[in-house]
């Protein structure tokens, strides 16, 4: 997702600055741009050069694994933050919207969205390619949708996996790339199951958005799973194309849902 960004960047002429974080930022998302590397912990520092640079928006993209306090190791600028926010018994959503509020009204920045600067990136209605959900699917979609909605109001997981009726597995802290691995360990015998992938209700769309991507495809296709239903308008789909190319060829289907 960062790289796709900095080429839809490049694309439209529009200056790019590329703050990446060790540990987490892939490298070739900094090549041919102009960036700057940081610990995680160092708000300071990374607040520092947004602003040397010149930066007036801000994309929230790409995988971070949240740390312990311990790992963070933060400055004096994340301290403050967590003093004033109280963010450590919140979940991920409600830590992104602390951080977003803190982007823009103490830091003067204007957080936006990934669908701000890509266009038709998020899934949309119905049956995306050749295969569609068969009954058995359906049963799985709706009771994974259900399952989801319960999760989400506490701010935990946006993704299960459910075969005939029985939850293999939520997502936690984990990811949908380690659930689907583990969920392989756990498929019964019989018809497939699925991926359901949703937003959290009321989630902040500006960072954290369910995504889906062609590893996404090859997990699934790995867990002997059917399809993947995500949330239409709410889910990233990486290079959507290949995707459903992919999906297709798998015998697999994607589909996106209405809003619970």
Do not use: Y
Not at 141 to 160: E, H, N, P, S, T
Not at 181 to 187: D, V
């Amino acid at each position: 997702m960062p790289r796709l960004l900095v080429e839809a960047c490049q694309e439209q002429d529009r200056a790019v600055f590329v703050l990446a974080f060790n540990g987490f930022t892939a490298p070739e998302t900094t090549q041919d741009v102009e960036h700057a590397w940081v610990r995680l912990g160092a708000a300071g520092t990374a607040l520092d050069r947004l602003h040397e640079a010149g930066v007036e928006e801000l994309v929230l993209a790409g995988p971070i694994r949240r740390p312990s306090l311990a790992d963070l190791r933060p400055d004096a600028r994340v301290i403050k933050f967590f003093a004033r926010a109280g963010v450590k018994a919140l979940g991920d959503d409600g830590l992104l919207r602390v951080v977003i509020r803190n982007l823009e009204e103490d830091e003067g920045f204007r957080v936006i969205a990934v669908e701000d600067v890509i266009s038709d990136i998020t899934a949309t209605r119905g049956v995306l390619g050749k295969h569609a959900p068969d009954e058995a699917a359906e049963q799985d979609i709706a009771r994974g949708v259900d399952v989801l909605q319960a999760l989400g109001a506490a701010d935990v997981g946006q993704a299960v996996v459910v075969q005939e009726g029985i939850v293999l597995g939520v997502e936690a802290v984990e990811g949908t790339d380690a659930l689907l691995a583990r969920c392989a360990e756990l498929r019964r015998e019989g018809v497939g199951g699925v991926l359901v992938k949703l937003s959290k209700p009321g989630q902040e769309r500006r960072a954290d958005l369910p995504t889906i991507g062609l590893d996404t495809v090859m997990r699934v296709r790995e867990a002997g799973l059917s399809g993947i239903a995500v949330e239409a308008g709410r889910t990233i789909i990486l290079t959507r194309s290949k995707v459903i190319e992919e999906m297709d060829a798998a015998g697999l289907f994607l589909i996106g849902l209405s809003a619970p």
